[in-house]
């Protein structure tokens, strides 16, 4: 059981399938590769419909891993100096988070649910490469 956000309407609780958490993993793997370099940040509650990618992700395919305290998600400055001192590439971010943190720290942006949204219209201009992932796990539930 994972929760949604509510973009698309009101937040509930939607149980996903192991198909569905592999299927996400998989088109991750392809479509977007890590690079040599990357590491991920864990920072989402493992109730969220994100959660499993930021959770298995990068650890079925060894990449590190950096799980955020809750100090550093509260604090936009602490956040920001928890990135660029664990040198994080790979963050899956809220369309506000991405408006007031990103600036050159990731390489890879990606994203669901309205992600370019008028609080973050040209999120791509900060990084290397862009994905929008428009769906999670639970597309339209």
């Known amino acids: 059981m994972v929760y949604t956000s509510g973009t698309t309407g009101n ?4 149980r996903i399938s192991r198909r569905s958490v592999r299927g996400r993993l998989e088109w991750m793997w392809q479509d977007h590769p890590f690079p040599d370099d990357a590491v991920l940040a864990v920072q989402k509650s493992l109730a969220l419909v994100a959660s499993p990618w930021e959770l298995l992700g990068g650890l079925l395919k060894g990449i590190p891993s950096v799980v955020l305290g809750t100090d550093e998600l509260l604090d936009p400055v602490l ?3 928890a990135v ?3 040198r994080i590439t790979h963050l899956f971010l809220t369309p506000q988070l991405i408006a007031g943190l990103l600036e050159e720290s990731a390489n890879t942006l990606a994203g669901t649910g309205p992600c370019w949204s008028p609080v973050a219209p040209t999120p791509c201009r900060w990084t290397r490469s862009c994905a929008s992932v428009r769906s999670g796990p639970t597309p339209r539930c």
């Open 11 to 14: 937040p509930k609780g939607v």
């Open 79 to 81: 956040f920001a100096a």
């Open 84 to 86: 660029e001192q664990e």
